[in-house]
């Protein structure tokens, strides 16, 4: 059989994120760590576990076919030539799904000329966060979940949670989504225009913080993820800035993209 699910036989199961890495990904291990540390915190339930066979090539990771046992996602990450200094600083996206919709397995691709100044400028830990959130379906698993709304011209998130919570900040309506950009970056993160410095957002801004709002930690919600709330960092939007407003020096950063590969279906 392709997957096997074994169900915990009792008491609290937490979400874990397991990472295997190829290249030199594994020098960058404690930042890593504390990324998928992050997600982990957010995320307070467990899925019933699943076993893959894994086949050479898939998902765009040049890896050994083998089992994973996986407990709750399995996330490979390759440091790799992507498209030289100060360009796109990495794209990853789910790729093998249970049920269709909940990822199990993701890659991460990182470009090998931007890592290390991400590490020396205090931005890989959220370069990290960033794309490891895509692995679990923000921006990716929208419009399969059937959250998006709006068209290319002005598309946006409709999952009643993270709408809620977009109101509560003072916006109105649905949550906008991202409508410039390429493949990995349009229709995959919330606006830039409007959300400013948040963490998935398509840009990485740098000398702010890039904080993780109650919007996308809802948006995880409407997914369906069990999440903590009050793991929210302080965010609100930028003063006067509201859906719809441009402001002219916001969206200074480098993108992070989503990473468009065809997920494989499990179960």
């Known amino acids: 059989a392709p997957y096997v699910q074994t169900t915990p036989s009792g008491g609290a199961d937490p979400f874990n994120i397991t990472v295997t890495t190829f290249g030199d990904a594994d020098c960058y291990a404690s930042e890593i760590a504390a990324a998928a540390a992050r997600w ?19 998902c765009e990771v040049n890896a050994p076919t083998r089992r ?11 440091i790799m030539p992507i498209d030289g200094a100060g360009g796109t600083l990495g794209m990853a996206g789910p790729c093998y799904l249970v049920g269709g919709t909940r990822p199990v397995f993701g ?10 100044g991400l590490r020396s400028s205090g931005r890989l830990v959220d370069t990290l966060t960033h794309e490891m959130g895509h692995i679990l379906g923000i921006g990716t698993m929208w419009g399969g979940a059937g959250l998006l709304a709006g068209g290319d011209a ?5 999952g009643t949670h993270a709408v809620a919570s977009w109101n509560e900040l003072g916006g109105t309506g649905p949550v906008p989504v991202e409508d410039t950009g390429g493949s990995g970056t349009r229709l995959a993160h919330w606006r830039e225009s409007v959300f400013d ?11 702010r913080a890039n904080p993780i709002s109650a919007v996308t930690i809802a948006s ?3 997914l369906g993820y069990s999440v903590d709330a009050s793991k929210k960092d302080p965010y609100s939007l930028p003063a006067g800035l509201r859906w719809g407003a ?22």
């Not at 994973?68 to 390759?78: K, Q, V």
């Not at 002005?154 to 409709?158: A, G, L, Q, W, Y």
């Open 220 to 222: 995880l919600k409407d």
């Open 154 to 158: 002005d598309p946006v998130f409709t």
């Open 68 to 78: 994973y046992a996986i407990d709750d996602l399995e996330i490979a990450i390759n």
């Open 40 to 58: 982990e915190s957010i995320l307070t339930s467990g899925f019933a576990s699943t076993t893959i066979d894994f086949v050479d090539g898939a």
């Open 197 to 207: 410095q948040e963490l998935m957002t398509g840009w990485l801004e740098y000398g």
């Open 246 to 267: 441009l402001v002219s020096g916001f969206g200074a950063g480098e993108p992070l993209h989503t990473e468009p590969i065809t997920p494989i279906a499990i179960g």
């Open 107 to 116: 890659m991460m691709q990182l470009d090998i000329a931007d890592i290390a």
